[in-house]
């Protein structure tokens, strides 16, 4: 399972752009890129997924370059309640593998 | 259409009890996975299950753990002999298919285990 390296913590305030980049130098071919947010005391909640290129939905947009070893979580005009832990996982899907968590991007958002 | 789903959500036993956490997946998902996270660090896998049968134990302890996902109710995962060690929050999730790499864990809320 190929390795992520992502912020330990970062800090913005309400209304700005949080982008959280990942890096993951080691991706596999079949791998995809995926995020999770996990608020306190609650189990970690899908946001997005993506192999390349860009993917949005109606919560983030993922950033994937040509080169996939990194990727990046963009939060357009975040809010409050934004503030959690952002996870980047790399392999090859939920579905059969068990999921491989770093520590994660504590994000706390100010008012 | 209920998401995961864990009882209890908090459990205190004594060292040398027995822990029992059940995990009931969403309605249609045949996939279920254990996490267990310590604090202020992110979750890590223990074990994947599908009906019946344990398809990956790589990250169970080889003592005192045990997973099981019966043809009818609930995933249960056992933890025998609790020692304080093994106070942290676990995570079931569930996903309706595998092999795939678009397809999503859906995670419960936890249960928050207190060994004293």
């Known amino acids: 399972l190929a390795k992520t390296t992502q912020p330990i913590s970062m800090d913005s305030y309400e209304g700005q752009e949080v982008n959280i980049t990942c890096s993951h130098n080691?991706?596999?071919?079949?791998?995809?890129i995926t995020w999770y947010q996990q608020f306190p005391s609650q189990g970690p909640r899908f946001i997005i997924q993506g192999y390349k290129t860009k993917v949005t939905n109606e919560v983030a947009s993922l950033f994937i370059p040509a080169d996939r070893k990194s990727s990046t979580l963009s939060l357009p005009r975040v809010s409050l309640s934004d503030t959690a832990v952002y996870y980047c996982l790399v392999g090859e899907g939920g579905g059969a593998d068990g999921l491989t968590f770093g520590k994660g991007t504590h994000l706390i958002i100010q008012p | 259409n209920a998401g995961v789903m864990q009882n209890p959500r908090h459990l205190v036993r004594r060292r040398g009890q027995e822990a029992r956490l059940r995990c009931s997946p969403m309605k249609g998902h045949s996939h279920v996975y254990w996490y267990r996270q310590l604090p202020e660090e992110g979750l890590k896998f223990m074990v994947y299950l599908q009906k019946e049968n344990i398809i990956d134990e790589s990250g169970m302890p080889k003592e005192r753990f045990s997973a099981e996902f019966p043809k009818e109710g609930p995933s249960i995962l056992r933890i025998q002999q609790v020692v304080r060690g093994d106070s942290a929050a676990y995570f079931c999730?569930?996903?309706?298919?595998?092999?795939?790499?678009?397809?999503?864990?859906?995670f419960g809320p936890g249960t928050r285990l207190t060994v004293l």
């Open positions: 999730a569930s996903s309706p298919t595998s092999g795939s790499g678009t397809d999503t864990q859906y």
């Open positions: 080691n991706i596999a071919t079949n791998d995809y």
